[in-house]
């Protein structure tokens, strides 16, 4: 099965919109919001996984140049296409926030065909059919869309895996963090095993069980697989860039030690 490529359009002319949207139509590039106005096209963004974003470049209020620029601190994977009719703002573009592609207003069906190859070549890449969000509180995505968990004990199960940045979790620790107080023994073991049992039903039916390992009274997800706003801080990317506004995994009272390391990376960025 072909995956979608979730994309968001922003140009204060609906005409240009419009056209972009039926060009669209029976490919490949899925577009999942169309927006008049970049601050509500932010907010859209900040709650959705976008892969592409298609910006008009000259708009009232906040131009295209800065909503790019904001759209890559949410999602620094984002393909971000300009259009304008102008040519230095293209150069602007390009130079500021490194443009993946662009077109020049009035653009024809063949330059739009390019622009789609262009954003599959990139997607094809980049992507990464699994975005874990722990930035303020711990959702998963897979393919864009937010799953909603009804083993509520698996879905902690799992940021425990994530909070663990690959490493084994085991059974002791899991129950030790998901049953606190709990006795270990032979009922609440049953419940990590149900816990378990879920996550790997779970990512089968979604055809993404390569992401989650168990086995043996453990388990851990396999990071590189994962695209993660957490990860992408270790990994270098200055937390100034990112969403964290002091809350990690705001779900979990256990999550406060990682929480504690995020802050004081946060303070000593502030003070340099």
């Known amino acids: ?90 150069r602007d573009a390009v130079l500021d926030v490194k443009a993946d592609y662009y077109l020049m207003k009035p653009y024809d069906h063949k330059e739009l065909t390019e622009v789609f190859d262009r954003v599959r070549y990139l997607s094809g890449k980049l992507r990464k059919r699994v975005f874990v969000r722990t ?3 711990f959702d998963i995505f897979i393919d864009g869309q937010l799953i909603e968990f009804t ?10 895996c994530i909070d663990r940045c690959g490493g084994d979790v085991t059974m002791q620790r899991a129950i030790d963090l998901l049953w606190e107080g709990r ?32 086995g043996r009274g453990k388990c851990h997800v396999n990071r590189k697989e994962i695209s993660c706003d957490y990860y992408e801080v270790l990994d270098g990317k200055d937390i100034e860039e990112t969403l964290f506004d002091g809350r990690y995994m705001a779900n979990y009272s256990w999550s406060e ?11 000593i960025r502030l003070s340099e």
């Open 151 to 160: 083993n509520q004990k698996a879905k902690e199960l799992l940021a425990v």
């Open 183 to 214: 006795n270990y023994d032979d009922k609440v073991k049953c419940l990590y095993r149900k816990a378990v049992v879920y996550l790997n039903a779970l990512f089968h039916e979604y055809g993404v069980e390569y992401i989650f390992s168990s």
């Open 135 to 137: 930035f303020d509180e």
């Open 1 to 90: 099965m072909v995956m979608s490529i979730k994309a968001i359009l922003v140009d204060d002319e609906l005409p240009s919109i419009r056209q972009f949207e039926i060009e669209c139509q029976n490919t490949d590039i899925e577009v999942i919001g169309k927006f008049n106005n970049a601050a509500e096209a932010l907010i859209y963004a900040e709650k959705h996984r976008v892969e592409c974003a298609v910006l008009d470049i000259k708009m009232p209020d906040m131009n295209g140049i800065e909503l790019g620029r904001k759209l890559k601190e949410i999602n620094c994977d984002m393909i971000v296409i300009y259009v304008s009719g102008f040519d230095e703002y293209i």
């Open 257 to 267: 030690k990682t929480c504690g390391k995020l802050c004081h990376m946060a303070s």
